[in-house]
């Protein structure tokens, strides 16, 4: 059974029992975090950038566990420089792993490291197809991945703010054409306030595609 535990902001787990991808593990000082750095066992870890609020416990939980980072060569160049085992990749580049593959995506943000750019991730996990978007505002090449790949589940950010918030999601949804869509990057701190129940009416009224939204702490079964 293929698993999608969120784990507050823009952390998720994906696990099949055997292998397992955490994403963007900021747990260490996050208000909502959903489990503590030192009981995350993992294989892979995939940061989005280096804003803490991303990167967060990447090294310390890759150190711990001997999990390979895998992001752009300017993050693992950053998280091998600590010691962790990397495999770099960049935008538009697809690798096959062992559970299946990852294409990294734009993402149109910050970096946070230096000559460095934001992704985000579309992973093949034994034939399932989840997109973590990062960090990101909208940007029309949604509609080009969304003809690439027949992704299952969308994760998007929806705070505002820092990145595209509901309304913008909710044309990022229709360019995407994902089976379903799981809102994260809201409610963490007062600025990126937002109400899921809204953006999943929306989504749900405006182009019959099921939203599902998850406390932190919760696991979705992915079909």
């Known amino acids: 059974m293929k698993t999608l535990k969120y784990l507050g902001h823009s952390c998720f787990l994906l696990s099949d029992g055997r292998t397992s ?5 900021f747990l260490t000082d996050n208000p909502n975090a959903a489990a503590a750095a030192a009981d995350i066992d993992c294989q892979y870890v995939l940061p989005s950038h280096a804003h803490n609020d991303h990167l967060g416990d990447t090294v310390k939980i890759a ?4 999990a390979t980072v895998v992001s752009t060569a300017e993050m693992s160049g950053l998280c091998g420089g600590q010691g962790c085992k990397t495999h770099a990749m960049h935008l ?3 690798r096959a792993f062992d559970f299946g593959y990852v294409r990294l995506t734009l993402a149109f943000h910050g970096a946070g490291v230096p000559g460095g750019h934001a992704c985000g991730f579309v992973v093949n996990f034994g ?3 989840v997109y973590h978007a990062g960090d990101t ?10 003809r690439l790949e027949k992704i299952d589940y969308a994760l998007l950010p929806i705070g505002d703010n820092f990145t595209m918030g509901p309304a913008d999601a909710v044309e990022a949804v229709a360019m995407l054409k994902p089976r379903f869509v ?9 600025v990126i306030a937002q ?7 929306d989504v749900e009224e405006r182009l019959g595609i099921p939203v599902l939204v998850l406390k932190p702490g919760a696991t979705q079964d992915l079909a």
């Open 21 to 25: 991808i955490i994403f963007d593990p």
């Open 63 to 66: 150190k711990r566990t001997g």
């Open 92 to 94: 538009g580049g697809k």
């Open 127 to 129: 034939g399932t197809t």
């Open 137 to 146: 505002s909208l940007f029309g090449d949604m509609a080009l991945l969304g």
């Open 182 to 190: 799981v809102p994260m990057h809201y409610n963490t701190w007062p």
């Open 195 to 201: 109400n899921p129940e809204d953006f999943k009416r």
